[in-house]
Nanobody, 127 residues
Framework: QVQLVESGGGLVQAGGSLRLSCAASGRTVRNYAMGWFRQAPGKEREFVSAITWNGVNTQYTDSVKGRFTISRGNAKNTVYLQMNSLKPEDTAVYYC????????????????????WGQGTQVTVSS
C-alpha cells in the first residue's frame, strides 16, 4: 500500500521560504514520476511541479518558475519542494502525488496523470 505524507507547511511572510517534504512508503520514489499540486479555497486543484521517474527532467507551472525547485532524496525515499520568494497567491493546500506506472513517461500536469495522493499540507503566505 502506497502512502504519501507531506510536511513542512506553515505560515510565512511574503518573500520568505518554505521546504515541503513528501515521505513515501510502499514504493521507491526513484522509479516513479512524482508531482506537487495545490488547491486554494474555492479553486480547483492545480499543477505546481513534477519530476520524472529518473529525476532527469522537471516541470513547473509558469507562476512558480524560478522560485520553486522540486528534488528527490532517494536515500530517504522523499520528494521535496523548495519554495522561495513566496507570494500571497501561493497560499493553498499543497499535495504530493505519485504516478503508479513504473518508469512512466507522459503527461505530468493533470490530476489524471497521478494515482496516489497525500493528505496535503497548508501553506499560508501573509502580505
Amino acid at each position: 500500500q502506497v502512502q504519501l505524507v507531506e510536511s513542512g507547511g506553515g505560515l510565512v511572510q511574503a518573500g520568505g521560504s518554505l521546504r515541503l517534504s513528501c515521505a513515501a512508503s510502499g514504493r521507491t520514489v526513484r522509479n516513479y514520476a512524482m508531482g506537487w499540486f495545490r488547491q486554494a479555497p474555492g479553486k480547483e486543484r492545480e499543477f505546481v511541479s513534477a519530476i520524472t521517474w529518473n529525476g532527469v527532467n522537471t516541470q513547473y507551472t509558469d507562476s512558480v518558475k524560478g522560485r520553486f525547485t522540486i528534488s528527490r532524496g532517494n536515500a530517504k525515499n522523499t520528494v521535496y519542494l523548495q519554495m522561495n520568494s513566496l507570494k500571497p497567491e501561493d497560499t493553498a493546500v499543497y499535495y504530493c502525488t505519485m504516478n503508479s506506472r513504473l518508469y512512466y513517461i507522459g503527461g505530468y500536469d493533470s490530476v489524471n496523470d497521478y494515482d496516489y495522493w497525500g493528505q496535503g499540507t497548508q501553506v499560508t503566505v501573509s502580505s
